[in-house]
């Protein structure tokens, strides 16, 4: 827990949304967890919640038990909002993974070795190409397309781990690409492992990325928008409308609820859900 202010308030470390967790901590802190996962050989699962993964969320009670054994970090301004609704603040970096998965690879202390599971055999090809060309001193050590079938998955799980990696990415979309890392985590010697969405779509080069002045003004969405409206057209309209009732409607449940039973929700919280201090 933590305490702010002279008459020590207590001050929540996560944003609960539907019994989805989302800690309030920086990238520095992200990263240092992740970081320190590497060396001593404690797994940790890590995904990224926007708007339309926490609609997923709270219309699956079993997909928030799957991402209640994952780290869970901001993806958007969707989740800012969600934030600044029920706690009156947002979050201090948008923690999206297509950002911060080269940066996990930029600051890593140590070289890593990398497999990539996801995406269509070429794209994760060019991706795993164009991850190696920009940063050298680590080893992609292994690549598959995401096209599984459940009875695949054993076999998939033995090339990971003949492949000596540390660190998995799973770009296969959510809910899959989760679900596929729950279920096969106790099987993965990986010590990291991340859902990563889009991201081999977009190292490869398949999809553009919003200008950066999009991303600093956070409307990256808005650009994918326009270059894939019939994909994305539901989750950026009706979707976003679903999001908001969502969270209006918990944010209401959320004002009766006692401020020492959210206090002891967070202790109770796994220690691995939480960045570093």
């Not at 998995?168 to 729950?182: C, K, S, T």
């Not at 976003?240 to 449940?253: D, K, N, Q, T």
Request: charged residues 25%.
């Amino acid at each position: 827990m933590s305490y702010d202010g002279p008459d020590r308030r207590w001050v929540p470390r996560f944003l609960r949304v539907g019994g989805v967790h989302i800690p309030y901590a920086s990238r520095e802190k992200v990263l240092q967890t992740i970081d320190r996962s590497f060396h001593d050989r404690s797994q940790i699962r890590v995904a990224f919640c926007n708007a339309h993964t926490m609609v997923s969320a709270l219309r699956s009670q079993g997909y928030i038990d799957t991402l209640s054994h994952f780290l869970v970090l901001n993806d958007g301004v969707g989740l800012d909002l969600a934030s600044s609704l029920f706690m009156g603040h947002g979050f201090e970096d948008n923690l999206n993974g297509t950002d911060l998965v080269p940066e996990i690879l930029e600051k890593a202390s140590a070289p890593v070795s990398i497999y990539m599971l996801g995406a269509k055999q070429h794209v994760v090809e060019e991706a795993g190409r164009q991850l190696a060309a920009r940063f050298p001193r680590h080893r992609i050590v292994g690549m598959h397309h995401g096209y599984l079938k459940r009875e695949d998955e054993a076999g998939v799980v033995a090339k990971i781990n003949a492949s000596g990696a540390d660190l998995l990415l799973v770009a296969m979309g959510n809910p899959r690409q989760e679900q596929f890392i729950d279920r096969n985590a106790a099987d993965l010697s990986p010590r990291v492992l991340i859902g990563v969405g889009a991201l081999f779509d977009f190292i490869s080069g398949t999809v553009p990325r919003a200008p950066q002045w999009m991303r600093m003004l956070r409307l990256e969405w808005l650009f994918r928008l326009m270059i894939e409206p019939r994909r994305l057209g539901w989750r950026y309209t009706g979707g976003l409308a679903i999001f908001l009732v969502e969270i209006m409607r918990l944010r209401v449940a959320r004002m009766w609820a006692k401020p020492e039973d959210l206090e002891r929700e967070e202790q109770n919280l796994p220690k691995r859900l939480r960045p570093e201090n």
